[in-house]
């Protein structure tokens, strides 16, 4: 079987690499892939970016492929799923009337509320005015979203009522028809993925991502500085809770609306200091780092939980194997990032990391010549797997030791929520 996986970023990576773990695939193409897709053993990139649907359509007849897995959000609410429908062979994600649950806020919202699943009170509003007048009647901390794609900077999570009029004059400056404006929750955060055939839906092991870029989980958000699966917070109980009343509820509200729903449902939630899990929001696809912690526990072969998926047969499918221990991700990233930083600088001491037993990821890399060189904010994602939590954090920092490149920069406290420290 070939397969063509659309993306660009650790996930992607991680996927083609699990995917070429089963025997059944014997090729893997990535568009527009990276550094490591390039020189992973069995797969080859090919030039397309991922919203070029034409080229890919192409790319899909020449190559003659049988499976496409789409990694990122920007295809799937594009309609990447619709538009190769015509090709006639199974496309792994959502078509873009699911992809809704990720690409607006409020969609998901409404979704949310009529489904009874529980979420931070909101309000959506179009203008400046009421949604100011609104502000004023709530205090603060308060939360900013803007409705559509925006790659992970539309959510402000404003200190000030000040701060939170900024962001909503700023947010409707830069164009977004729609914001939300909602109740600060806190709590611990849990990624709860699930993979749905639009009939059954399947949790994959809770994980948590470490958004902030410092150390003690302080500074900006970024896309996510490390991860680890599974996490503690989600015990069976707790994800017993999250199935019945959260990934279950979300499934019948996409059905009730006629949409068939064939991929990845992440539900991002937060678990309440009374033990309550509330949806921050759904994501239509796989979350990344998560999808590399959570892969490297997978023990049934990703093609046919995903086949299975795409010709609605999960139901049909054996409870899926995990291995028992724990894996953890730490994410390498450019100095600077998520503000500005420099491309471009030459990565060494990968041979060395993988010596250690842990597997590295590319995000960020672009290979130029015979040197791998940095090409984003997130470079490298580096997962080790352990019997327990202690021995895949030390694995993967023993790998990350090995690793340098000009103003590297990592979080040494990946999983520490795990351990307690903090
Ligand atoms: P998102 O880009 O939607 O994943 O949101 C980014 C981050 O903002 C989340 O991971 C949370 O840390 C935070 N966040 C979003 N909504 C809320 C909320 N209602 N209360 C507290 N934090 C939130
Ligand atoms: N790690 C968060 C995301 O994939 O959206």
Redesign the pocket.
Known sequence: MKVLVVGNGGREHALAAKLLQSDRVTQVYCTPGNGGTATLSGCQNLPYSVDDFARIGQAVVENRINLVVVGPELPLSLGIKDYLAKFDLPVFGPNQQGAQLEAS?SWAKDLMISAGIPT?TSETFTEVEPAIAYLNQQTAPI?V?ADGLAA?K??I?AQTLEEAENAVKSLFNEGFPKLII?????GQ?VSVLAITDGITIVPLLPAQ?H?QIGEGDTGA?TGGMGAFCPTPLANSAMMDRIEREVLQPTLTALQQKGIDYRGIIYA?L?ITPEGEPKV??YNCRFGDPETQAVLALLETPLDEVILACCQQKLRELPPLKWHSGSAVCVVMAAGGYPSSYTKGKVITGLDLAEKTGAVVFHAGTKLVGDNLITDGGRVLGVTGVGSTFEEAIALSYRAVGQIHFEDMYYRRDIGHRVQGKS
């Open positions: 806020k931070a939360v979203k992970g539309g959510v999570v909602e109740e600060f929750l806190v955060e991502d958004k958000n991002g937060m921050l929001e």
